[in-house]
């Protein structure tokens, strides 16, 4: 089931920069456990922004919600999330 | 080079509805020879919505501007594009 | 899975008034039908406006938009849909 | 009478952790005796944000600004309210 | 208890002129007939707009949505409606 | 002449505590004393939210402006300001 | 007592040539009729939009209501008022 | 002086094609011609809809409202103008 | 050539009183010279608000940028500029 | 290939001075390196704000956001993007 997922990042200036990037390895790595899980199958920087927008593909609203509040940048990110059904025309 | 493109669908209830039928069924074979021949990689329904995401992937805006206004439904369409880049995420 | 549904109605004028009652009353039948199966729990009245607020209870996205669209209504209606998941106060 | 109630959670970052977790802690109790007094039916969390939608029951609009705020997490929300009313089509 | 309500009016430009009138004729004896009765306590114009804001008093939310939709010009107006409660400083 | 006055309040979490209830204190008294003058007719809480609704009734533009920006709590507000005319149906 | 007055003009297409002429000379007359008299001392167009900036000198919110709403092309435009104070730093 | 100005352009769907595609020439040909005179030295398409932003080079406001209202297309398309300075980095 | 200009003031609470002070002591100085100049030829308060609207008279865009990013308040207000033209019906 | 980006300034306050006149004195050589490069063509300052319309002239979605994400204001811009084509009536 796949879910269209905005996210934008505003890292608070005065999070000391160790800590960012300490936060910002373990967003790495999550992410892309997650993609190789097949959880998260893109993600896409959208160009002038410190912002992505994602697919999930997961069981239920629940999953999806637990995966994105365990993100390591969720209390620095302003998240959407649009729900996506088959197209009729996909092939 | 990928795009994300929202597009909103408004056929005017005036329009006759074989007319209706005979560009929806167009944009279908269109939007499926897209798909096929790579340039339209991804098309999602909004779950309750006459609406639609979709990636493209050309090689410029000017392919880009070309295939979305050769899109049957253009005329009853609002699109909006964003522009994207590969994330320093992804795998 | 439980979605938040935001349904507002805006029937035509043009729209003769035996064709609206019939619309209206096959969008009843179909909404109760979905009631009493336990795929629509709630649907509210906004108050002073022509418009619910309603929950789905549904296996997929798929399966929501194939109930959605299939609304008498549907074409009638401009609808936002909300996916939401257990809340961790909730008893 | 029923109202539906959008509670966005925004916690300062400069808000020390034991006193927000005390603050949380009774928010979750409080939250709790309002749902088993049947005042708080419902409560869901929206998927990817720290928000929720809910449904108050109570009898009147003085009674539900007193219980909203009275919310220990009030200073930290933004709350918006939409009366709801009986659905004709509800069974 | 009360509510702020906004209406805006737009009547169709090709609405018959007679018929608008005789709308128009029973909306003011409505709206009368409900400030008498102390339903409908205040209403005033908004300057260079052909909308009002409008306080009402009533028992319930089902009461007020049953009162502004059987407002005549009902089907030409976009309402939004606010719950009050009383302030703490009022005196 | 009449205005309505919508009024958001935003007292930031760095005022000491003791200093913000002395300014809730001073607005509550000046508050009162307009209203008792006439000039402040009706001030209603939006359930739900730290913001009101008010009548202001006074002689111009100026001695509105005036009395709201004498407001103890002005520098923390956020107003939006409606003239009203009286309404044809108004009894 | 001056207020900002914004108006944005939609002059329907299917409004008889004529009419629309007929309609807009009353405007103009209108309008120069109360620039004379000292009520509506500046009317500025927007660049690039069919709209204009006015200021309205008046007694009273109920004679600019007046005012605004027997323009002859009132049934066509979208107005929106802004109340003027004096500002301290004019001269 | 130069102005980004922003042309969303809708031609209604009753236009005779005849006389729609008569307007798109002469609106062409008006285009073109300010473009070999300087006054007009840019014109884009957004990619993805009927829209553009351009850049006027003119010696007035008056000068521009005056371009533009003459545009063919003019009672066709929102235009929204944003005047530009030179820029402090700019070589 | 004329500009409308919305000018919103927001002085940071943490801003010593002494050095806010000065700069509205400097700001008003500037503003009267300018208007004195007949470069600002009108400034009046929004009523209700920390903010105004102005004309201003100048030559250029460029002069008009230089004009008001020299205003020392420049930092702390959020400003729109609206180019105005002659109105055809202003006498 | 062309896109309009907007950006917006905001350096915080707290920034200290001379760290911000260093990060401008290299936006400015970083500006005008690419300006000189051919691939940031144009850049204005918007009248009235802290902020710029430039047009960048890359080969890729790719490349825009490497160039833009070098800014040295990047972390205090709010920047968008929009995409350009070839318009059909340029010259």
Chains 1, 2, 3, 4, 5, 6, 7, 8, 9, 10 share one sequence.
Not at 11 to 37: M, T, V
Not at 48 to 68: K, P, W
């Amino acid at each position: 089931m796949l879910f269209l997922v905005h996210m934008i990042v505003n890292i608070p200036r005065d999070l000391p920069e160790e800590q960012a990037n300490e936060i910002k390895l373990r967003e790495k790595n999550y992410s892309q456990d997650l993609q190789r899980s097949g959880k998260w199958p893109h993600i896409w920087r959208v160009v002038g922004e410190y912002a992505n927008y994602s697919i999930f593909d997961v069981e239920s609203n629940d999953e999806l919600h637990t995966l994105l509040s365990q993100l390591p940048l969720f209390p620095f990110m302003e998240i959407k999330v649009t729900p996506l059904a088959k197209h009729p025309s996909a092939i």
